[in-house]
């Protein structure tokens, strides 16, 4: 089912998946002066997994394309395509309840940022892909925060800010929910083991800030080492996805 969404939306020659008798073949600009099937096997195992980062961007919790062992050369100029195929995840269902016309307008936006990762990745955007990747794995805080740290790190690098010590805040139309800045609630989340237990969180209760929750209220109140107090609304897991997720797709878009 997933290779059949992408044979219908990637159409263009910089990224291409089409169905011949039943079988799904990748092809794309990455591939076009590769001069053997070895070397395509190899591209393609490396961008793969960015690729199913971007398709988790569009189907959220999509089971993961693998490559098959099929090259199919397609013309004398070397064109290539890497044949894909379905992993052995359960198969998922969906129930789509938006309009056609607002459907149609997720597709396109989402084929635009496989355009901007195509485009990128020809060049030389290593953090773009790694950002992909992270976004393509199992979810978990360490892979949501490592995927957080490529962006912060890049914006940073963006705005002339090499020193970590000195990175600045994303942008607020990136990390606005609701009317809230969540960026400090995906973080703390993300690293507080008083906040998302100690089998979960990024550090451990010892070298966590404690964090009691707020009487009648979502928050909790979190106490640093020099004694200041913050509230903070914490995120699941599941929440904290989607939100990297929006600031993923702001990211990319801003390339």
């Known amino acids: 089912m997933i290779l059949q969404i992408l044979a219908s939306l990637l159409l263009e020659d910089w990224c291409k998946v089409t169905e011949e008798n039943g ?29 199913n980062g971007l398709v988790e961007l569009h189907i959220a919790y999509a089971p993961k394309i693998v490559r098959g062992t099929k090259i199919f050369f397609t013309n004398e100029a070397g064109g290539t395509g890497a044949y894909l195929e379905g992993s052995a995840r359960l198969p998922i269902s969906y129930n789509i309840s938006i309009s056609e016309e607002e459907l149609k307008q997720r597709q396109q936006k989402w084929v635009s940022l496989v355009e901007v990762w195509t485009k990128q990745t020809v060049g030389t955007s290593d ?69 998302s237990g100690i089998t979960s969180a990024r550090h451990s209760l010892a070298t966590s800030d404690r964090a009691e929750k707020v009487e009648g209220s979502a928050y909790v109140e979190v106490t640093r080492n020099n004694g200041r107090k913050e509230h903070i609304l914490p995120m699941s897991l599941r929440e904290a996805r989607d939100f990297v997720a929006y600031i993923l797709v702001q990211w990319i878009a801003s390339k």
Not at 149 to 158: F, G, P, R, T
């Open 23 to 51: 079988e799904y073949y990748w092809s794309s600009s990455f591939f076009e002066t590769l001069p053997n099937g070895l070397e395509v096997a190899n591209k393609a195992n490396q961008y793969l997994p960015a690729l």
């Open 127 to 195: 953090a773009l892909n790694n950002a992909l990747t992270h976004f393509g794995e199992e979810i978990t805080w360490n892979s949501l925060y490592n995927l957080y740290e490529i962006i912060k790190q890049d914006y940073n690098l963006s705005q002339g800010i090499t020193n970590s010590r000195n990175y600045v805040l994303l942008p607020e139309q990136w990390t606005i929910i609701n009317e809230k800045n969540r960026e400090k609630d995906f973080t703390e989340s993300a690293n507080n083991a008083y906040i």
